[in-house]
């Protein structure tokens, strides 16, 4: 697969350390490897996927805007600028650590299935999978909803004013970052053909070039609606029957009666404690939980004494991740619908339980999930603001697959997510297709506090990478001692294979594929074959991350993913 420059000067960097002891070493410090140095800034700091996101998000917080305003800002743009990875059409979750209340609160704003669209209609058009484009995946997007949720709890600044700087990009252009037009140019063949895509997400048929400039005016006119009518003239006014039109046109189901009755709602985050640190995810029906089920296994291994990029460090990350996952695909579920027995699948016994079937020697091939027994009782963006009063906000937004459906109904500037194809089609399955429920979802923000104080805001984003990346990226902070940005910048591993809870995919039953980035030692990767692990080299599933920690010295530290376009910067 062709890689843009900056993708490929990243490879080659990695490469390069490949021969060094683990971890890789920076040629000049000796430190672990890492593209740039951790961010520094007394006051505030942001850190999202696109630069100019970046930067605004810094603005609204320098005019008075809290970091939830911030946040808002930043991901409207990052709509109009990062369209490949999110929009208005897609979901949205978020953790929010409020310092006044010193508590920390969870934002589930995903949409729910077409109240017309049964499972009966799927077999009768003999699918066994939901297709991951056109009409039929669309389910009701839930960002909009959910910013304004998030603002009127936290924000400071009129709403009109947090979407004034995307509509103003949107109107006058901006240039199209690297990577972002590379992804840009692989989803145009596949959604072109449907209705509204081409003629608003294209160039004469083709994506924006790098540093060409983009404009989305349609775009702008829909937040200009957005930002002079609230949520209602999203989900209830001229865009909601907008969508509906075009959805009777067009085969599909989404109706005005599906966007005028969404609501995303209130959830308490969950969390384990890890060697001293609480470690902060969403419950289902988001994969948040398969993290800290992969870190409860781990804790009762000695990673620091193997070291990073060790055989065993790679194998335990590998095995506890085939275990999560096999829980994830059978429990995790909407809990309107489902009641995932959070508590059990991340009580210590369990994971003493989970851990036991863990051979140091050898890969498992096949995994179980827990029995009802034993539990009696994708591409997105990521981004993190946190501002002068203590506030941090971490934010994760998704159109799902490439750019989402395919679906942009006319003149309305965005595309339509195709997350329902994370539902199963079997009758009886907690994550089966039924009209009015909220699909298995892989977006998932994190966050970590110490003594009841928060200490990281941070997430990876990528799909089935991103328990993955948690997992990683606080391994590396808390067992191998790297700095906010070596954490990032370290070489990954991502394993491909489990049992899908999306249906897709059959149980495993041949250990799925290990794939590693370049920078671990060819022994680690010699023993992890002799192990029984199928590896493999992968461009690009290795997700994209952000982060800002708490300075103990007070302000914050930065740092941004170097396998994106992103920025981490502060005042």
Not at 3 to 11: G, H, N
Not at 446 to 454: E, H, I, L, N, S
Request: proline fraction near 8%; charge should be neutral; aromatic fraction near 10%.
């Amino acid at each position: 697969m062709h890689l843009p420059p900056v993708l490929r000067t990243f490879a080659l960097a990695f490469a390069l350390t490949a021969a060094l002891p683990a971890p890789a070493a920076d040629r000049i410090t000796g430190s672990p490897f890492a593209t740039r140095s951790e961010v520094y800034a007394p006051h505030a700091m942001a850190a999202t996927s696109h630069p100019l996101a970046t930067q605004i998000a810094l603005d609204v917080m320098k005019s008075g805007g809290s970091a939830v305003d911030a946040a808002i800002a930043a991901n409207a743009a990052l709509g109009l600028m990062e369209p490949t990875g999110n929009g208005i059409g897609g979901d949205l979750f978020a953790i929010v650590w409020d310092p006044k209340t010193k508590k920390l609160y969870g934002y589930n704003g995903s949409g729910r299935s077409p109240k017309s669209l049964t499972l009966a209609e799927f077999q009768r058009r003999g699918l066994k999978d939901i297709p991951p484009h056109g009409p039929l995946p669309v389910t009701v997007p839930g960002t909009v909803d959910a910013w304004f949720a998030l603002h009127e709890r936290f924000g400071r600044k009129p709403m009109a004013d947090n979407l004034a700087p995307a509509i103003r990009y949107a109107r006058e252009g901006h240039p199209v970052h690297e990577t972002i037009a590379h992804y840009w140019a692989r989803s145009v063949p596949v959604l072109s053909k449907w209705p509204g895509f081409r003629e608003q997400f294209t160039i004469d048929g083709r994506a924006p070039r790098t540093g060409e400039m983009w404009k989305n005016p349609n775009l702008a006119d829909t937040l200009e609606k957005i930002a002079q009518g609230g949520r209602d003239a999203f989900y209830k006014g001229d865009i909601a029957r907008t969508i509906d039109a075009y959805f009777k046109a067009n085969g599909g189901f989404l109706s005005y009666e599906d966007m005028a009755a969404h609501r995303g709602e209130w959830v308490a985050p969950v969390s384990v404690n890890y060697r001293g640190y609480d470690v902060w995810e969403l419950p289902p029906n988001g994969q948040g939980i398969a993290a800290l089920q992969m870190l409860n296994i781990l804790e009762g291994f000695d990673l620091k004494r193997y070291g990073f990029g060790s055989p065993e460090h790679l194998h335990l990350l590998t095995e506890a991740k085939k275990l999560a996952f096999a829980d994830r695909a059978r429990w995790y579920a909407d809990p309107d619908f489902f009641r995932t027995p959070v508590a059990k699948l991340l009580s210590d016994d369990y994971a003493a339980r989970r851990r036991k079937l863990i051979s140091m020697e050898r890969a498992l091939r096949e995994v179980q999930p827990a029995t009802p027994e034993e539990l009696d009782e994708g591409d997105t963006i990521y981004m993190t603001v946190a501002d002068p009063d203590g506030m941090m906000v971490s934010l994760i937004q998704s159109n799902y697959r490439g750019m989402g459906s395919g679906m942009a109904p006319p003149g309305l500037g965005f595309i339509f997510q195709d997350r329902g194809e994370q539902f199963v089609l079997k009758e009886g399955h907690p994550n089966a297709f039924a009209p009015g429920k909220r699909p298995f979802h892989t977006i998932i923000p994190a966050f970590v506090t110490k003594d009841g104080k928060p200490w990281l805001s941070f997430g990876v984003m990528g799909g089935a990478m991103q328990p993955q990346g948690h997992v990683q990226i606080l391994l590396n902070l808390i067992d191998f001692g790297m700095n906010l940005q070596e954490a990032g910048d370290a070489p990954r591993l991502h394993h491909d294979g489990s049992t899908d809870p999306a249906g897709q995919a059959v149980a495993m039953s041949d250990g799925g594929v290990l794939e590693l980035e370049s920078g671990f030692p060819y022994q680690t990767v010699r023993e992890l074959m002799r192990k029984g692990h199928t590896v493999k080299f992968a461009d690009g599933p290795y997700g994209g991350y952000q982060a800002i920690m708490v300075n103990p010295h007070g302000g914050y530290i930065g740092a941004s993913e170097s396998r994106k376009d992103g920025q981490a910067a502060g005042y």
